[in-house]
C-alpha cells in the first residue's frame, strides 16, 4: 500500500487491509499477543447483527443519504393484538433478506431527535454541513520505525485544516475523564500526524461528542480539542506502541502476558 489519501477504499477493505491502524495500537498497547488474537480469533455473526446505535447515529450525521441504504425504520405494531403480531411478522420477513439493519419506531425516532440537537448546536452544524471528505483513508510511513500507518478520520474539512471525529457517550458529564481511557489523545495525535503527513499542514482535530442519554429533555452536544499536553502524551505513547509493534513484526514474537497488580487502595491498606 501506498502513502497517500484515498476516497475509494471501502470499510470492509480497510480493516481488513495493510498498515496499523490506532485501535490496533490499542491492542499492542494492552499486550502484542492481544493484537494477534483480534485478528485471528472468530467472531460470533449473530451478535454484529444487534443494532449499533452509535453506528447508526454516525451514519445519521455524517451520511444522512446513505442512512435509508443501510438502515430500515420499522412502523410501530400493536403488539397486543394478533393482527399487529402477525404484521410485524410479515414485516421483518419482507426485511430478512435486505441486509440491512432494522431498527424499531422508538429507536428511528430518538435517532432523529439527535440529530437535530446536534444541528442545534452552531459548532456541530458547521462541522457536520461543511463541505468536506467523509470516510477518506489516510496511509503514510512512521518516520521513526519506517512502519505503514492508517487512519480513516470520520470527516475531513480540508478548506480549513479541520479533522473530525463524532464520539457517542452514555454521560456527557463523564467524558472529560474517561476519554483518556479511551486513548482518545492517541487517536487526536495519531490522526494529526497522518493528516499532516499528506496535506503538510497541522489539522485542528476536534472530537463532536453526542450523549445517548437525555438530560432535562434534551441529548447533550458538545465539541472537544485537546490541549497540547494532552497530544504530547497521546504522540509519546502511539510511538512507544510502534517501536512496540516494528520489534515484534521483526523477531516474529508476540508477548502475551499481562501483569497484574494491587489498585492503589489496596496497598495503601497494607503500608498502613
Not at 500500500?1 to 495493510?18: F, P, R, V
Amino acid at each position: 500500500m501506498n502513502a497517500g489519501i484515498y476516497d475509494d477504499i471501502s470499510n470492509e477493505d480497510y480493516h481488513s487491509g495493510a498498515g496499523i491502524s490506532k485501535s490496533q495500537l490499542d491492542d499492542i498497547a494492552i499486550s502484542p499477543a492481544i493484537f494477534q488474537w483480534r485478528k485471528n480469533a472468530p467472531v460470533d455473526e449473530e451478535k454484529l447483527k444487534a443494532l449499533d446505535m452509535g453506528t447508526a447515529l454516525h451514519c445519521l450525521l455524517l451520511e444522512p443519504d446513505e442512512f435509508d441504504k443501510r438502515f430500515i425504520v420499522a412502523p410501530e405494531f400493536n403488539r397486543r393484538t394478533t393482527a399487529g403480531k402477525q404484521e410485524e411478522k410479515d414485516f421483518m420477513e419482507s426485511c430478512d433478506k435486505s441486509g440491512m439493519t432494522i431498527m424499531d419506531a422508538e429507536q428511528g425516532r430518538k435517532l432523529k431527535i439527535m440529530r437535530e440537537s446536534a444541528l442545534a448546536h452552531p459548532l456541530a452544524r458547521w462541522m457536520l454541513e461543511a463541505s468536506g471528505k467523509q470516510e477518506s483513508s489516510i496511509y503514510w510511513n512512521d518516520p521513526d520505525t519506517g512502519t505503514l500507518c492508517r487512519c480513516r478520520p470520520d470527516k475531513l474539512i480540508t478548506d480549513y485544516n479541520w479533522c473530525i471525529d463524532v464520539k457517542s457517550t452514555a454521560d456527557m458529564d463523564r467524558f472529560t475523564r474517561t476519554f483518556y481511557d479511551y486513548r482518545y489523545h492517541v487517536q487526536d495525535s495519531f490522526y494529526s500526524d497522518g493528516y499532516r503527513s499528506h496535506f503538510n499542514e497541522t489539522p485542528t482535530f476536534a472530537f463532536l461528542s453526542m450523549s445517548t442519554a437525555i438530560d432535562c429533555g434534551r441529548y447533550p452536544v458538545k465539541v472537544f480539542v485537546m490541549d497540547e499536553a494532552a497530544k504530547s502524551a497521546g504522540r509519546s505513547e502511539y510511538k512507544r506502541n510502534l517501536t512496540t509493534y516494528s520489534e515484534c513484526l521483526a523477531n516474529n514474537e508476540w508477548a502475551g502476558i499481562e501483569t497484574l497488580s494491587l489498585p492503589r487502595w489496596a496497598k495503601e491498606l497494607r503500608n498502613e
